[in-house]
Nanobody, 122 residues
């Protein structure tokens, strides 16, 4: 079992930065892959980034490569998403998730946080 709580969302102007955090509790965090997804109003949940259990391997959606960075600190049971050069199109609720593998699909993750709102103004 893994319980997840995301934080760090907010309102930022286009071109700005935010860092999201996802604090995890549970014994299996350090052996879990972690992912970030987002969902904008009226749209399906989409993959943003993922990181394997050790942090040695990461994956990104094409539109986020070079702008977003996922990282983790297993000693602190936390995963991060550093978001730079934000665009209005990045506005969404961002969810962290835990699962066995760094996959692109939401169905591959077993545990989800409640989401944190990111709003980028133009």
């Amino acid at each position: 079992q893994v319980q997840l709580v995301g934080s760090g969302g907010g309102l930022v102007q286009a071109g700005g930065s935010l860092r999201l955090s996802c604090a995890a509790s549970g014994r299996t965090f350090s052996s879990s892959a972690m992912g970030w997804f987002r969902q904008a109003p009226g749209k399906e949940r989409e993959f943003v980034a993922a990181i394997n259990w050790s942090g040695s391997s990461t994956r990104y959606a094409e539109s986020e490569k070079g702008r977003f960075t996922i990282s983790r600190n297993n000693a602190e049971n936390t995963v991060y998403l550093q978001m730079n050069s934000l665009k209005p199109a990045d506005t969404a609720v961002y969810y962290c998730a835990a699962g066995p593998y760094t996959v692109y699909v939401a169905a591959g993750y077993s545990y989800w946080g409640p989401g944190t709102q990111v709003t980028v103004s133009s």
